[in-house]
């Protein structure tokens, strides 16, 4: 089992900026992607940013040069900083990482980290 715990979340004015971490934790396991989520009343979960083990990156364009993904695989970390933030970035970020499972992969879920910007 794979437990992942989010942190960094917060209340924030426009034009500014926030980290947040996604430590995942438990044995025995390795993890291929690993990203964030977003999810904002009455709209579904969306993509925001994904990174592989490998490090290759993936963006929402609404995120995209704005929002950076980074992964520390020693440390089943990832993060991601954002800058330049809208209020329209507001939302429960949650974390999700993937573990490969013989022939298929297995989800986990963070438990959400409010995010939200002023105006």
């Known amino acids: 089992q794979v437990q992942l715990v989010e942190s960094g979340g917060g209340l924030v004015q426009a034009g500014g900026s926030l980290r947040l971490s996604c430590a995942a934790s438990?044995?025995?396991?390795?993890?291929?992607?690993m990203g964030w989520y977003r999810q904002t009343p009455g709209k579904q979960r969306e993509l925001v940013a994904t990174i592989t083990d490998g490090g290759s990156a993936n963006y929402a364009d609404s995120v995209k040069l704005r929002f950076s993904i980074s992964r520390d695989n020693a440390k089943n970390t990832v993060y991601l900083q954002m800058n330049s933030l809208k209020p329209e970035d507001t939302g429960v970020y949650y974390c999700n990482a993937r573990r490969p499972y013989f022939n298929t992969v297995v989800d986990y879920w963070g438990q959400g980290t409010q995010v939200t910007v002023s105006s």
């Open positions: 438990g044995s025995g396991f390795r993890l291929s992607a």
